[in-house]
């Protein structure tokens, strides 16, 4: 895998009583119900923090923060959680949903549609895109595709877009009606929306989605809508008006094998001098976290590759999952439980979704990094 940029090192304490071990571990931090809720750090993070940082505030092993997350750009979401977390994080510390699209070079150079929210055309240029179209461009150049809200509709269409040839799909959009009608529109007419339907159509256009989170935690009581709630509207709309299923070029984000590659790749710069043999996946979601922690362990023990030895996947109380909820279950099943809220292209296997650990929060699941195997639970 190519460095997609250079990483500073950490500097590393020379405790005599911090352990070989512990310089062989790296962790991976989920972010939204594990750190944070909303804009709120939840204590427990404040104080796990404390616990594995040196007197100069520096991390005692190599940490990245891995969220589904898209709406920014990496710089911007390591300035938040430096300034939340109260210690210094830059930005090649951290992975979004999209940062693996800077090593899908094929599609750079080809004319793309995004969808999401925030700055998708800067984050899209800042990935390699050279030659990207949005949602609102669309909408604006063909002013009779967007009808639900006739408030807004365009009058005239302004200056020409070019045919599409794949679309990406950063996160979950604030319109989700116009999104999802233009999207449409693009698909069934090959990249060219101001044209009729073309029912006989031999392929689709490439689609590119980053995020599979049906529902994430935030500051409300029960989790909300995530962008893999949008993929499924999509997939629905798609499957009802052709008959035939939306077919992904690639799925990025948690639980995607391809977000774990680049992660440990981001965990071995920081610290070049020493082997990396564990990786700890921490996260409180077992359809994306656990699942593609322990997807990634799988990969690692089957694959003969240059790599972590293991990936332990640690889930926490304190965000989607909740320990009085049933286990989840194929819902092709006749098995009582939770339904599976997984992605459509995702198998459920029972082992995928049982954490090597669970722990209260964040806090207790450093106590399990730092202990190692001498971890003991406090309820046990």
Same mark, same amino acid.
């Given at each position: 895998?190519?460095?997609?940029?250079?990483?500073?090192?950490?500097?590393?304490?020379?405790?005599?009583?911090?352990?070989?071990?512990?310089?062989?571990?790296?962790?991976?931090?989920?972010?939204?119900?594990?750190?944070?809720?909303?804009?709120?750090?939840?204590?427990?993070?404040?104080?796990?923090?404390?616990?594995?940082?040196?007197?100069?505030?520096?991390?005692?092993?190599?940490?990245?923060?891995?969220?589904?997350?898209?709406?920014?750009?990496?710089?911007?979401?390591?300035?938040?959680?430096?300034?939340?977390?109260?210690?210094?994080?830059?930005?090649?510390?951290?992975?979004?949903?999209?940062?693996?699209?800077?090593?899908?070079?094929?599609?750079?150079?080809?004319?793309?549609?995004?969808?999401?929210?925030?700055?998708?055309?800067?984050?899209?240029?800042?990935?390699?895109?050279?030659?990207?179209?949005?949602?609102?461009?669309?909408?604006?150049?063909?002013?009779?595709?967007?009808?639900?809200?006739?408030?807004?509709?365009?009058?005239?269409?302004?200056?020409?877009?070019?045919?599409?040839?794949?679309?990406?799909? =950063?996160?979950?959009?604030?319109?989700?009606?116009?999104?999802?009608?233009?999207?449409?529109? %693009?698909?069934?007419?090959?990249?060219?929306?101001?044209?009729?339907?073309?029912?006989?159509?031999?392929?689709?256009?490439?689609?590119?989605?980053?995020?599979?989170?049906?529902?994430?935690?935030?500051?409300?009581?029960?989790?909300? =809508?995530?962008?893999?709630?949008?993929?499924?509207?999509?997939?629905?709309?798609?499957?009802? %008006?052709?008959?035939?299923?939306?077919?992904?070029?690639?799925?990025?984000?948690?639980?995607?094998?391809?977000?774990?590659?680049?992660?440990?790749?981001?965990?071995?710069?920081?610290?070049?001098?020493?082997?990396?043999?564990?990786?700890?996946?921490?996260?409180?979601?077992?359809?994306?976290?656990?699942?593609?922690?322990?997807?990634?362990?799988?990969?690692?023990?089957?694959?003969?590759?240059?790599?972590?030895?293991?990936?332990?996947?640690?889930?926490?109380?304190?965000?989607?999952?909740?320990?009085?909820?049933?286990?989840?279950?194929?819902?092709?099943?006749?098995?009582?439980?939770?339904?599976?809220?997984?992605?459509?292209?995702?198998?459920?296997?029972?082992?995928?979704?049982?954490?090597?650990?669970?722990?209260?929060?964040?806090?207790?699941?450093?106590?399990?990094?730092?202990?190692?195997?001498?971890?003991?639970?406090?309820?046990?």
């Amino acid at each position: 895998m190519r460095p997609p940029e250079d990483v500073p090192s950490l500097a590393y304490p020379s405790y005599p009583c911090l352990s070989v071990r512990l310089h062989q571990v790296g962790v991976l931090f989920d972010v939204d119900g594990v750190l944070l809720r909303g804009g709120s750090v939840i204590p427990a993070a404040q104080r796990a923090f404390r616990k594995i940082v040196d007197q100069n505030n520096n991390f005692l092993f190599p940490v990245v923060f891995v969220t589904n997350a898209g709406s920014c750009q990496r710089h911007q979401k390591a300035e938040q959680l430096s300034h939340l977390l109260e210690v210094q994080i830059a930005p090649e510390q951290v992975v979004l949903s999209h940062s693996p699209l800077q090593m899908l070079k094929s599609f750079h150079d080809k004319c793309i549609l995004v969808s999401g929210q925030g700055p998708v055309m800067d984050i899209a240029n800042t990935l390699g895109f050279k030659n990207v179209v949005s949602i609102e461009q669309l909408r604006e150049h063909h002013p009779l595709l967007d009808m639900v809200d006739h408030n807004r509709r365009p009058r005239l269409p302004v200056s020409a877009v070019p045919a599409t040839s794949s679309i990406v799909l =950063f996160g979950e959009p604030i319109r989700w009606e116009t999104n999802l009608q233009l999207l449409i529109d %693009v698909l069934l007419t090959n990249g060219s929306p101001g044209c009729v339907y073309d029912p006989q159509l031999s392929a689709q256009l490439p689609v590119l989605a980053c995020n599979m989170d049906l529902m994430w935690m935030a500051e409300a009581p029960s989790p909300r =809508f995530g962008h893999g709630m949008f993929l499924l509207c999509l997939e629905s709309i798609y499957k009802k %008006v052709t008959g035939r299923e939306l077919q992904y070029q690639t799925l990025l984000g948690k639980p995607s094998l391809l977000t774990y590659q680049y992660a440990e790749h981001l965990l071995k710069q920081q610290n070049p001098n020493h082997e990396l043999t564990t990786i700890y996946a921490v996260g409180d979601n077992m359809m994306t976290d656990i699942y593609g922690a322990n997807l990634y362990n799988r990969y690692l023990e089957e694959e003969l590759v240059s790599a972590a030895a293991q990936c332990h996947s640690i889930l926490v109380c304190t965000g989607v999952y909740n320990p009085r909820s049933p286990l989840p279950h194929d819902t092709s099943s006749q098995v009582s439980g939770a339904v599976f809220h997984g992605h459509r292209d995702l198998v459920l296997e029972p082992d995928l979704v049982e954490p090597s650990y669970t722990v209260e929060d964040v806090e207790a699941a450093m106590d399990l990094v730092l202990q190692g195997d001498s971890y003991v639970a406090p309820d046990a």
